[in-house]
Every structure is written in structure tokens, then in C-alpha cells.
């Protein structure tokens, strides 16, 4: 079920490690954004699951904003380096990477479709099966990370995201967005 649900985090992972090749305490950044991004999902699934319903049903689609409004600011940011660097210079990311806030709310915000999954099973979990999902899925939080960063150090994939890491971030980001907006048929889409 969490490989299911969370198979498209490996990729924006990915990316997010690629952005702090080289900067000191990047990867750190991203595994903590990570937990908490995925914590604020499994908190608000098992809330949902004792009948508290934290998010209305209503409102989970406008978790696309968050990813889409990133997307938007990491685009802004690439097109303004790219017009702040001489024509000869190549282009590259610059900055420490992504804020422990930015993963957490990608996270969060493409964890929607996680919530409905996980709130529906964990209803019928009962108390020890909450206890080992939680377990099982926070263990498997770090097995995410361990593959994003595999993948985002590989020589072929780190020179791609080196290469194109700026131009892909903002355009993942904003898929992922427009995807949960219109699949949660926010604004009437």
C-alpha cells in the first residue's frame, strides 16, 4: 500500500536530492521535510480514522495548490537565473536546495490521494494495526529517501538533473498540483 501510493515521491526526491548535490546539509533538508511532510499525512489519516475528520473530503483537492504555487516559485526562480548569467556561463542551480517546508509541503500536498487510502484501511486497522502500519511506513519513509538519493547520484541521472534538475522541478511540481486539482475536481475542472 505505501509503494502504491507514494511510488511518484521516489522521483520528486530525486530531484530535490539532485538540487543539494554539493551543499552542505541539502540531504539532511530533504529526509527531514520528508518525515514531516509524510508524518502530517499519516497524522491527519489516522485522525480521519477515529471519525475526527480533520480535512473535509471537499478540501483535499486544493492540496494541488501547494505543489503547483512551488512549482510556480521554483520556475520564476530558474527563468531569473537563467537572465542573471552571462550568455558563456553555463546554467546551474544555485541556493542550498530545497527548504525543510518546501519538501514537507510537496510532500504533504501529493499525499491527497494517501489520505483516502489510508484512512479507509486504517479504519478497520484497529489500535495494533495503527501502531505497525505507522512503524512500517515511517521505516519505509527512509527506504524512500535512500532510493531518491540512489537515483539522484547515479552519474548518468545526477548529470541530467545537474543539467535539466532546474527546468524539471517546477514542472513536476506543477503536474503534480494540476494533476490533484483536476483529479479532485477542484473549481469545477
Same mark, same amino acid.
Given at each position: 500500500?505505501?509503494?502504491?501510493?507514494?511510488?511518484?515521491?521516489?522521483?520528486?526526491?530525486?530531484?530535490?536530492?539532485? $538540487?543539494?548535490?554539493?551543499?552542505?546539509?541539502?540531504?539532511?533538508? /530533504? &529526509?527531514? #521535510? $520528508?518525515?514531516?511532510?509524510?508524518?502530517?499525512?499519516?497524522?491527519?489519516?489516522?485522525?480521519?480514522?477515529?471519525?475526527?475528520?480533520?480535512?473535509? @473530503?471537499?478540501?483535499?483537492?486544493? %492540496?494541488?495548490? %501547494?505543489?503547483?504555487?512551488?512549482? &510556480?516559485?521554483?520556475?520564476?526562480?530558474?527563468? =531569473?537565473? =537563467? *537572465?542573471?548569467? @552571462?550568455?558563456?556561463?553555463?546554467? &546551474?542551480?544555485?541556493?542550498? #536546495?530545497?527548504?525543510?517546508?518546501?519538501? !514537507?509541503?510537496?510532500?504533504?500536498?501529493?499525499?491527497?490521494?494517501?489520505?483516502?487510502?489510508?484512512?479507509?484501511?486504517?479504519?478497520?486497522?484497529?489500535?495494533?494495526?495503527?501502531?505497525?502500519? !505507522?512503524? /512500517?511506513?515511517? @521505516?519505509? &519513509?527512509?527506504?524512500?529517501? !535512500?532510493?531518491?538519493?540512489?537515483?539522484?547520484?547515479?552519474?548518468?541521472?545526477?548529470?541530467?538533473?545537474? =543539467?535539466?534538475? *532546474?527546468?524539471?522541478?517546477?514542472?513536476?511540481?506543477?503536474? +503534480?498540483?494540476? %494533476? +490533484? %486539482?483536476?483529479? #479532485?475536481?477542484?473549481?469545477?475542472?
Amino acid at each position: 500500500m505505501f509503494a502504491a501510493t507514494n511510488v511518484d515521491d521516489i522521483v520528486i526526491l530525486a530531484l530535490f536530492f539532485g $538540487q543539494t548535490a554539493g551543499h552542505r546539509g541539502g540531504a539532511v533538508r /530533504v &529526509v527531514v #521535510g $520528508q518525515y514531516l511532510g509524510f508524518g502530517a499525512l499519516l497524522v491527519v489519516s489516522i485522525v480521519g480514522s477515529l471519525g475526527a475528520g480533520l480535512l473535509p @473530503a471537499a478540501a483535499i483537492p486544493y %492540496l494541488g495548490l %501547494l505543489p503547483l504555487l512551488l512549482g &510556480v516559485r521554483a520556475a520564476w526562480s530558474a527563468w =531569473r537565473e =537563467r *537572465h542573471d548569467t @552571462a550568455d558563456d556561463e553555463p546554467v &546551474v542551480a544555485t541556493g542550498n #536546495g530545497p527548504s525543510v517546508f518546501a519538501v !514537507a509541503a510537496v510532500t504533504f500536498a501529493n499525499g491527497g490521494d494517501n489520505i483516502g487510502v489510508y484512512v479507509s484501511v486504517f479504519t478497520t486497522a484497529g489500535s495494533g494495526g495503527l501502531i505497525v502500519f !505507522a512503524v /512500517v511506513f515511517l @521505516a519505509l &519513509v527512509a527506504v524512500w529517501c !535512500a532510493l531518491g538519493r540512489f537515483f539522484a547520484t547515479r552519474p548518468i541521472i545526477a548529470r541530467a538533473l545537474s =543539467r535539466w534538475g *532546474h527546468i524539471l522541478l517546477p514542472v513536476v511540481l506543477i503536474g +503534480i498540483g494540476l %494533476l +490533484i %486539482l483536476i483529479e #479532485g475536481n477542484a473549481f469545477g475542472l
